[in-house]
C-alpha cells in the first residue's frame, strides 16, 4: 500500500470545474547512474533489436524507470526476445518496449496528417538506417539548422493544438493511452553536430495537450507551443562547451525537471494546493510504447532502410485510415505509398526490384529530387518538376497501374476506381516539393488532380521520359510524332499548369466567370484539357505546356495565380515582388512564341487561355465574337485592404494616467497639456491597431491552412474590447459635440 493516497483537487479550467483525483505526493526523480548503464547494456546485447548505442542512451533516459526496460530487453531460454511487446504488421514485425517517460523528452515526429497540411515550416527528410544491411529501429530526420527543428516542433504542437485539444481531460486522468514513439537521430544540413532522441509517431495530439495543460488554463495554442520548445531546447547554442549538443540538451531539460519537482513540492507542501500542482502531477510522465526492433518477413522485401518507417507507418494507417481517419489528403498519401508497398512486397510485379524501390523511396520522401540524376536513366535534372515527371511516369505504367489501383481498393475497401480515383491519390504525393511556397492555390490544385490531373489517355500507357534543360527543345518532335515528348510535355507543362493554378477543375461557374477572373471557354475536365493540349497536331497546345513547364519554379507562386488583393499584399510585404514570377500568353507568330499588346508588354497567361489552346474549334463555337482583353486589374475584391504603409506603432510616451512622471516624482503639467498627451497616446494606439491588423492580413496565406491567423476566440474577445471602447468614444463625442452641430439656431441660445 502506498504510504499516501493520491489527493484529490477541484482545479477551474477556463470556464469549467475539472476533478482531479489521482495527484501523485512525489514525482520521479533523476535515475540512478547504474539503472541507466543497465538499460543500455541489456538493449545492446539483445538480438532481437538493433539500435546504436547512442540511441540506446537516448532511450533510457527518456524513460522514468530504466531499471524496468532492462528487466523487459533481457533475453531469456525460452523467448529470444525477452518481454518485448511483438506487433506484426505488413511485411515485418516490430518490437517494442512498454513503460512511462518524460514530457519533456519526447519531440513531435512526423505523420502523413501533419505532413499533408500546408504549413510554413517544411518538414525534414526522412532517411532509414540500416547495419550490415539489417534494418534498425530508427530513421534519420535531416533539418537545415537548430532553428528549422526548433520552428517545427512549435509549428507542430501550435498546429494540432489548433485542430483539437485533450486539454480538460488529460488534467482530470492524465495521458491514459500509450504515446507510439521510436528513436531519431536528428541531423542538420549546416553542420551542426547531430543527436539522438525519442520522437512520437502517434498520439501527438496528447503529446500537444499534456504541453497545454502544463502551460496553463489561460495559455493558446501559440503560449503553449512556445512552452513546450523553450523547455525541450532550453535556448541551448548549436555549439558551445560542456560535452555533445546531446548532452547538452539532456543536462538542460534535467535542470528545467528539477525546478518544476521543486515547484510542485512547495505546492503540495501547502494545506489547499493550487491547481499548479494538478497541471505538474498529470503531466510530468506520459506512458509510452518506445520501438525498439524490426524484423522483415521472409521473402520479397522492401529495401532494408525503409522496412522499420513502413512498420510504423502501418500501425498508424491500420488506426487512421481505417478508424480514427486523417483528413483526405493525408489518406490518399498513405494509401497510395502502402499500395506501392504492397505491391513491392508481392514481389510477382513486371517491374524490377530495383525500379519499385527507387520509385517507393521518390514517394515516401526518403530519395530527394535533386537526387533522381543519379537513379533514373538519362541524368535527368534534378528538380522538383523532374520529379513529378518520373513519379507519374512510374505509378502510371500499364504493368504497375492495374495492381496499385486494386491494392488501393482493397485498403480503401471500395470496389472500383477509375483513373480519377487514382489520380486524386497522387495529387498530395506530387506537391510536397512546393506546397508550402504554393498554399494560397493548394486546394485548387488538389482539385484539379481529383478531376483527372494529368492522366491522360496517352499519359498511362508505354512511353519515357525525354530529360531535357529546356522543355521548347520537345515541341518540334512532339509535333512530328514522338509519344515520348509529347507524354514528356503533358506531365510536365500538366503538372505546372495545375501547381499555378492555371488549370482547374471545371465548374458550371467558371462558365460565367470573366476572363481575368478563372473563367473558361468551355466546360472540361482537367485531364481532357491537358490531353488536347498535348495532341500532335496543335502546335498552340505544345508551346503552351514547354513554356509553361520553362518557367516553373516550386520556390514560388505566379502573379497569374493571384487575385489583385493577394498582388497588392504582396506588394506590401518585404521582398514580396521579388518573389514574383509570371507565365505569359502563347503566340505562334513571334519568334519567343510569347503574344505581346500594341505596346509590346507581354500578356499574362490565363486559364481562359490555357483551356482556349487546348481546343480553339470548339472555344470558337462557343464564342464566334472576338473577346475583349483582359478586364481592368485596377480593381480589388470586396474586402480588400487600402493601400499606404503601416505605420511605426506606439512611442515611448508616458500612458500612466496617475500623472507622474517616468521617474516617479509628481507630474506638475496641467491637466489639458496630460489630456493632449493621451489624445495623441490614444490615436497611435488605434493607428497600431489598425497596422497589426494589416500585418495579419500579410501573414495569412504564408501561415498555412492548419490553424486561423486569429483564434475564434481571440477575435470575441477582441470585438468586445472593440465595441467598447466605441461606446466610450461615442460618449464622449456626444457630450462635446457643439450646440450647432446639434441642429441648434442662434438665436435659440439667446
Given at each position: 500500500?502506498?504510504?499516501?493516497?493520491?489527493?484529490?483537487?477541484?482545479?477551474?479550467?477556463?470556464?469549467?470545474?475539472?476533478?482531479?483525483?489521482?495527484?501523485?505526493?512525489?514525482?520521479?526523480?533523476?535515475?540512478?547512474?547504474?539503472?541507466?548503464?543497465?538499460?543500455?547494456?541489456?538493449?545492446?546485447?539483445?538480438?532481437?533489436?538493433?539500435?546504436?548505442?547512442?540511441?540506446?542512451?537516448?532511450?533510457?533516459?527518456?524513460?522514468?524507470?530504466?531499471?524496468?526496460?532492462?528487466?523487459?530487453?533481457?533475453?531469456?531460454?525460452?523467448?529470444?526476445?525477452?518481454?518485448?511487446?511483438?506487433?506484426?504488421?505488413?511485411?515485418?514485425?516490430?518490437?517494442?518496449?512498454?513503460?512511462?517517460?518524460?514530457?519533456?523528452?519526447?519531440?513531435?515526429?512526423?505523420?502523413?496528417?501533419?505532413?499533408?497540411?500546408?504549413?510554413?515550416?517544411?518538414?525534414?527528410?526522412?532517411?532509414?538506417?540500416?547495419?550490415?544491411?539489417?534494418?534498425?529501429?530508427?530513421?534519420?530526420?535531416?533539418?537545415?539548422?537548430?532553428?528549422?527543428?526548433?520552428?517545427?516542433?512549435?509549428?507542430?504542437?501550435?498546429?494540432?493544438?489548433?485542430?483539437?485539444?485533450?486539454?480538460?481531460?488529460?488534467?482530470?486522468?492524465?495521458?491514459?493511452?500509450?504515446?507510439?514513439?521510436?528513436?531519431?537521430?536528428?541531423?542538420?544540413?549546416?553542420?551542426?553536430?547531430?543527436?539522438?532522441?525519442?520522437?512520437?509517431?502517434?498520439?501527438?495530439?496528447?503529446?500537444?495537450?499534456?504541453?497545454?495543460?502544463?502551460?496553463?488554463?489561460?495559455?493558446?495554442?501559440?503560449?503553449?507551443?512556445?512552452?513546450?520548445?523553450?523547455?525541450l531546447f532550453a535556448k541551448v547554442p548549436a555549439t558551445a562547451p560542456g560535452g555533445s549538443l546531446g548532452d547538452r540538451?539532456?543536462?538542460?531539460?534535467?535542470?528545467?525537471?528539477?525546478?518544476?519537482?521543486?515547484?510542485?513540492?512547495?505546492?503540495?507542501?501547502?494545506?489547499?494546493?493550487?491547481?499548479?500542482?494538478?497541471?505538474?502531477?498529470?503531466?510530468?510522465?506520459?506512458?509510452?510504447?518506445?520501438?525498439?526492433?524490426?524484423?522483415?518477413?521472409?521473402?520479397?522485401?522492401?529495401?532494408?532502410?525503409?522496412?522499420?518507417?513502413?512498420?510504423?507507418?502501418?500501425?498508424?494507417?491500420?488506426?487512421?485510415?481505417?478508424?480514427?481517419?486523417?483528413?483526405?489528403?493525408?489518406?490518399?498519401?498513405?494509401?497510395?505509398?502502402?499500395?506501392?508497398?504492397?505491391?513491392?512486397?508481392?514481389?510477382?510485379?513486371?517491374?524490377?526490384?530495383?525500379?519499385?524501390?527507387?520509385?517507393?523511396?521518390?514517394?515516401?520522401?526518403?530519395?530527394?529530387?535533386?537526387?533522381?540524376?543519379?537513379?533514373?536513366?538519362?541524368?535527368?535534372?534534378?528538380?522538383?518538376?523532374?520529379?513529378?515527371?518520373?513519379?507519374?511516369?512510374?505509378?502510371?505504367?500499364?504493368?504497375?497501374?492495374?495492381?496499385?489501383?486494386?491494392?488501393?481498393?482493397?485498403?480503401?475497401?471500395?470496389?472500383?476506381?477509375?483513373?480519377?480515383?487514382?489520380?486524386?491519390?497522387?495529387?498530395?504525393?506530387?506537391?510536397?516539393?512546393?506546397?508550402?511556397?504554393?498554399?494560397?492555390?493548394?486546394?485548387?490544385?488538389?482539385?484539379?488532380?481529383?478531376?483527372?490531373?494529368?492522366?491522360?489517355?496517352?499519359?498511362?500507357?508505354?512511353?519515357?521520359?525525354?530529360?531535357?534543360?529546356?522543355?521548347?527543345?520537345?515541341?518540334?518532335?512532339?509535333?512530328?510524332?514522338?509519344?515520348?515528348?509529347?507524354?514528356?510535355?503533358?506531365?510536365?507543362?500538366?503538372?505546372?499548369?495545375?501547381?499555378?493554378?492555371?488549370?482547374?477543375?471545371?465548374?458550371?461557374?467558371?462558365?460565367?466567370?470573366?476572363?481575368?477572373?478563372?473563367?473558361?471557354?468551355?466546360?472540361?475536365?482537367?485531364?481532357?484539357?491537358?490531353?488536347?493540349?498535348?495532341?500532335?497536331?496543335?502546335?498552340?497546345?505544345?508551346?503552351?505546356?514547354?513554356?509553361?513547364?520553362?518557367?516553373?519554379?516550386?520556390?514560388?507562386?505566379?502573379?497569374?495565380?493571384?487575385?489583385?488583393?493577394?498582388?497588392?499584399?504582396?506588394?506590401?510585404?518585404?521582398?514580396?515582388?521579388?518573389?514574383?514570377?509570371?507565365?505569359?500568353?502563347?503566340?505562334?507568330?513571334?519568334?519567343?512564341?510569347?503574344?505581346?499588346?500594341?505596346?509590346?508588354?507581354?500578356?499574362?497567361?490565363?486559364?481562359?487561355?490555357?483551356?482556349?489552346?487546348?481546343?480553339?474549334?470548339?472555344?470558337?463555337?462557343?464564342?464566334?465574337?472576338?473577346?475583349?482583353?483582359?478586364?481592368?486589374?485596377?480593381?480589388?475584391?470586396?474586402?480588400?485592404?487600402?493601400?499606404?504603409?503601416?505605420?511605426?506603432?506606439?512611442?515611448?510616451?508616458?500612458?500612466?494616467?496617475?500623472?507622474?512622471?517616468?521617474?516617479?516624482?509628481?507630474?506638475?503639467?496641467?491637466?489639458?497639456?496630460?489630456?493632449?498627451?493621451?489624445?495623441?497616446?490614444?490615436?497611435?494606439?488605434?493607428?497600431?491597431a489598425r497596422d497589426a491588423l494589416d500585418r495579419l492580413h500579410l501573414l495569412e496565406p504564408e501561415v498555412g491552412g492548419?490553424?486561423?491567423?486569429?483564434?475564434?476566440?481571440?477575435?470575441?474577445?477582441?470585438?468586445?474590447?472593440?465595441?467598447?471602447?466605441?461606446?466610450?468614444?461615442?460618449?464622449?463625442?456626444?457630450?462635446?459635440?457643439?450646440?450647432?452641430?446639434?441642429?441648434?439656431?442662434?438665436?435659440?441660445?439667446?
Open positions: 500500500m502506498p504510504l499516501h493516497s493520491p489527493r484529490t483537487l477541484t482545479v477551474r479550467w477556463g470556464s469549467d470545474t475539472v476533478l482531479v483525483s489521482n495527484i501523485e505526493h512525489d514525482l520521479p526523480g533523476q535515475a540512478e547512474e547504474a539503472d541507466h548503464a543497465r538499460a543500455v547494456a541489456a538493449g545492446t546485447a539483445n538480438p532481437a533489436t538493433l539500435l546504436p548505442e547512442a540511441a540506446w542512451e537516448a532511450v533510457a533516459r527518456t524513460t522514468t524507470g530504466p531499471d524496468s526496460l532492462a528487466v523487459q530487453l533481457q533475453t531469456n531460454t525460452q523467448k529470444s526476445a525477452g518481454l518485448l511487446m511483438e506487433e506484426n504488421v505488413e511485411g515485418a514485425t516490430l518490437r517494442s518496449v512498454v513503460t512511462r517517460v518524460h514530457l519533456s523528452e519526447l519531440l513531435p515526429g512526423i505523420q502523413p496528417r501533419t505532413g499533408m497540411e500546408v504549413m510554413e515550416i517544411p518538414d525534414p527528410l526522412v532517411q532509414g538506417i540500416t547495419d550490415g544491411g539489417r534494418p534498425c529501429s530508427m530513421v534519420r530526420y535531416r533539418y537545415r539548422d537548430l532553428a528549422h527543428l526548433r520552428n517545427h516542433v512549435w509549428q507542430t504542437i501550435h498546429g494540432t493544438l489548433s485542430l483539437n485539444s485533450y486539454s480538460p481531460s488529460i488534467l482530470a486522468r492524465k495521458v491514459t493511452r500509450n504515446l507510439i514513439t521510436h528513436p531519431v537521430e536528428i541531423t542538420f544540413e549546416d553542420g551542426t553536430e547531430s543527436f539522438h532522441t525519442v520522437v512520437v509517431r502517434d498520439g501527438i495530439t496528447r503529446l500537444a495537450s499534456a504541453w497545454a495543460v502544463l502551460a496553463g488554463p489561460e495559455a493558446d495554442a501559440a503560449k503553449a507551443a512556445s512552452t513546450a520548445v523553450d523547455a540538451l539532456a543536462t538542460a531539460r534535467e535542470r528545467w525537471r528539477l525546478s518544476l519537482r521543486d515547484e510542485f513540492a512547495r505546492e503540495m507542501a501547502a494545506m489547499e494546493p493550487g491547481p499548479r500542482a494538478a497541471q505538474i502531477a498529470q503531466t510530468y510522465v506520459v506512458p509510452a510504447q518506445i520501438a525498439v526492433g524490426v524484423e522483415g518477413h521472409p521473402g520479397r522485401l522492401l529495401a532494408a532502410e525503409d522496412i522499420f518507417d513502413d512498420a510504423i507507418r502501418s500501425v498508424l494507417a491500420s488506426v487512421h485510415v481505417e478508424f480514427k481517419q486523417w483528413d483526405a489528403a493525408a489518406q490518399n498519401m498513405e494509401v497510395a505509398t502502402r499500395a506501392l508497398k504492397r505491391v513491392i512486397q508481392q514481389g510477382d510485379s513486371l517491374v524490377s526490384q530495383d525500379d519499385l524501390q527507387a520509385v517507393y523511396g521518390l514517394a515516401v520522401g526518403r530519395i530527394a529530387a535533386e537526387d533522381i540524376t543519379a537513379i533514373f536513366p538519362g541524368t535527368p535534372p534534378g528538380t522538383a518538376l523532374w520529379r513529378s515527371v518520373y513519379l507519374v511516369h512510374a505509378l502510371t505504367r500499364p504493368e504497375l497501374l492495374e495492381r496499385l489501383k486494386d491494392q488501393a481498393k482493397a485498403i480503401k475497401g471500395g470496389k472500383r476506381m477509375g483513373l480519377k480515383g487514382f489520380a486524386e491519390l497522387l495529387g498530395p504525393l506530387i506537391d510536397v516539393p512546393w506546397r508550402s511556397h504554393k498554399k494560397l492555390v493548394t486546394t485548387q490544385a488538389r482539385n484539379a488532380w481529383n478531376n483527372g490531373g494529368v492522366l491522360t489517355a496517352d499519359v498511362t500507357k508505354d512511353w519515357d521520359p525525354v530529360p531535357t534543360d529546356d522543355f521548347t527543345t520537345l515541341v518540334a518532335p512532339a509535333l512530328a510524332g514522338d509519344k515520348n515528348a509529347r507524354c514528356t510535355l503533358a506531365v510536365a507543362g500538366g503538372v505546372a499548369l495545375i501547381a499555378d493554378k492555371l488549370l482547374t477543375r471545371n465548374v458550371g461557374s467558371a462558365l460565367m466567370a470573366a476572363k481575368a477572373n478563372g473563367g473558361v471557354p468551355f466546360r472540361a475536365d482537367v485531364n481532357q484539357v491537358i490531353e488536347d493540349l498535348s495532341q500532335q497536331d496543335n502546335e498552340l497546345g505544345l508551346w503552351t505546356l514547354a513554356l509553361v513547364a520553362n518557367g516553373f519554379r516550386s520556390d514560388a507562386l505566379p502573379t497569374n495565380a493571384v487575385t489583385m488583393r493577394q498582388l497588392i499584399q504582396k506588394e506590401k510585404s518585404p521582398g514580396g515582388t521579388g518573389d514574383a514570377y509570371i507565365h505569359f500568353r502563347t503566340d505562334l507568330g513571334q519568334a519567343d512564341k510569347v503574344a505581346r499588346d500594341a505596346d509590346g508588354v507581354p500578356e499574362p497567361l490565363l486559364q481562359w487561355d490555357v483551356v482556349w489552346a487546348s481546343n480553339p474549334e470548339r472555344a470558337r463555337k462557343a464564342h464566334p465574337d472576338p473577346l475583349p482583353g483582359p478586364s481592368d486589374p485596377s480593381g480589388s475584391e470586396p474586402g480588400g485592404q487600402q493601400e499606404g504603409e503601416p505605420g511605426t506603432g506606439l512611442l515611448d510616451t508616458d500612458t500612466d494616467t496617475g500623472g507622474a512622471d517616468a521617474d516617479g516624482s509628481a507630474d506638475a503639467r496641467p491637466a489639458s497639456q496630460k489630456a493632449a498627451e493621451q489624445r495623441y497616446v490614444l490615436r497611435q494606439g488605434v493607428a497600431t492548419h490553424t486561423p491567423i486569429v483564434p475564434h476566440d481571440v477575435l470575441d474577445d477582441l470585438l468586445k474590447s472593440l465595441i467598447g471602447l466605441q461606446t466610450d468614444i461615442e460618449n464622449l463625442r456626444r457630450k462635446f459635440t457643439p450646440v450647432e452641430e446639434a441642429g441648434l439656431e442662434d438665436e435659440d441660445l439667446r
